[in-house]
Every structure is written in C-alpha cells, then in structure tokens.
C-alpha cells in the first residue's frame, strides 16, 4: 500500500514536472526542430494495485503538444510509453535512482527517441544547481519552468488532500498568488484559491490585481531564491525580491513552495 507521502510525490511528478516536457519541447530550439509536423502520442504511468493505473499522455500533432492527466483512450496507438510497476518506483526514477527503470513500450522507435530527448533535457534542466552565467535564455526557460511546477504543484497536492495545504485552501477566500520576472512576461504563473478548490494557470492573472505577488528583478535573481543560493533578506532589502502583499502571506506561500520542492526531490 502505497503511503501519503508516495502518493503526494507522484502527483507532484505526474501533474506538475512532466507536463514541463511541453514547455521544453517549445522552447528549445533544437527539439522544436525535432517535432516539426511530427504527429505522435506518448504516455508516463505507474501501476496502483487495484486502482487504474496513474498517468499523464502527451498528444503532438503537426509538432503541437497538448497534455492531459490520465490514461490515453484515443484511437491512435501510443507512440512511445514509460510503465513504471509502481508509484514508488517511478518516484525513484524521477529523482535520479537509474536502477528503477520502466517497461518500455515502443510502437514508433525514432517517435520514442524524440520524447527520450525532451524528458532527458528536462532532468538535465531541473538538476542545475546554480544560476546559469551569462546564459539567459536558458535561465528564462529555467524560470517558466520552476513558476510552472511551483503553481501545479501546490494546486495539485490541495486537490489530493494534502492536509496543510488543503486546510489553507479550504480556509482562504477567493485569492490569487502569482510569481514573476520584472521584464519577462513570458515567466509568470499564478495559483487562485477560493473555498477548497484551486486552479493554477500560466501567464498573468488578469481578472484582477494579485492579492500577493512574488515578483523578481531578472531571471537569475529568482533562479537564487527557487535553487537556494540566495539570500531572501539581503535580497529583499537590494529589491532583487518584492513581495506585493501582506509578509505573512509571503511565508506561507513559500512553505508551499517548499513543501513542492521536498516532494521532487
């Protein structure tokens, strides 16, 4: 029987990190290239004794990736597919343990070695220790990422009942959290909870003005706090680290975001 902490671990992988392989497959140029008129479908799952299985499937068409949580029903047959025996084991594997490696169902070989390369750019990606030097569009891709996975990751650990955060959930009014680069639009994801529910999106929250916002003055500023190396004070008091809204609030929302952090690592 799989325990809380497996499960939170698992769906912080399933619904937050491997979605990322979207974005990266977007982003970078050379695996753009890759996808061009590319038309496939792939699947990540983990068997759950008793339960159907949990997974995450990727439809590119015409070199457009569209994801959806659960198992892929479609008519198509699955290009490529990770089938990992269990949700502990596939946690294993996405933190680095090689030795719990998935069955490995291939339709399509080249299609396979396609979604090979995006999933090990993302590990490559998510492993950097510090800020990339004089590299800022990969600390720009870095940004969206961690932004990405910080706001599904928490909006999906309150919907499976993650008793801190959904007791903060359950308790707050309709508001919204956002994280962004001063200058780069393009690094920005929120979180809005209301009552119980949340939903996390990217981009800005446009229907009203944030109720705390977490805002940086360039990419490798916030790549300091998400990585760690930085110091929140001494940036907070350089304006490197502004935080619009009430501190407390700053506090908790940043526990949260720890609490992401220790369950993808």
Same mark, same amino acid.
């Given at each position: 029987? /799989?325990?809380? *902490?497996?499960?939170? !671990? ?7 990190? +491997? @979605?990322? $392989? &979207? ?61 990992? /025996?269990?949700? *502990?084991?596939?946690? !294993? ?7 719990? +490696? @998935?069955? $490995? &169902? ?78 780069? @639009? ?80």
């Amino acid at each position: 029987m /799989s325990t809380d *902490e497996t499960r939170f !671990a698992n769906k912080v992988f399933m619904a937050g990190a +491997l @979605p990322l $392989m &979207k974005t990266i497959a977007t982003d970078v140029p050379e695996l753009a290239k890759k996808f061009a008129g590319v038309n496939a479908v792939y699947q990540v799952s983990a068997l759950v004794e008793d339960q159907p299985k949990e997974a995450v499937h990727f439809i590119v068409e015409n070199g457009e990736w569209s994801v959806k949580l659960g198992e892929y029903q479609g008519e198509n047959k699955i290009d490529g597919e990770l089938e990992f /025996s269990s949700m *502990e084991k596939m946690n !294993a594997f996405m933190k680095g343990d090689m030795m719990k +490696l @998935p069955k $490995m &169902k291939i339709k399509s070989f080249p299609k396979f070695v396609k979604f090979m390369m995006v999933l090990l750019k993302m590990s490559a990606l998510l492993n950097i220790p510090e800020p990339p030097e004089n590299d800022e569009e990969t600390s720009v891709l870095l940004c969206k990422l961690y932004f990405y996975l910080l706001s599904s990751g928490i909006s999906q650990l309150n919907k499976l009942g993650h008793p801190a955060i959904h007791e903060w959930a359950l308790k707050s009014p309709d508001r919204c959290y956002q994280w962004e680069v001063i200058g780069h @639009p393009e690094c920005t994801a929120y979180i809005r909870v209301k009552a119980g529910k949340s939903r996390a999106g990217r981009g800005a929250y446009k229907r009203a003005k944030p109720f705390f916002n977490m805002k940086f003055d360039c990419p490798t500023s916030a790549l300091k706090i998400l990585l760690g190396t930085g110091d929140m004070f001494q940036m907070t008091a350089d304006q490197q680290l502004i935080m619009e809204g009430g501190p407390e609030f700053g506090v908790q929302i940043g526990d949260y975001m720890m609490v992401v952090g220790d369950l993808a690592k």
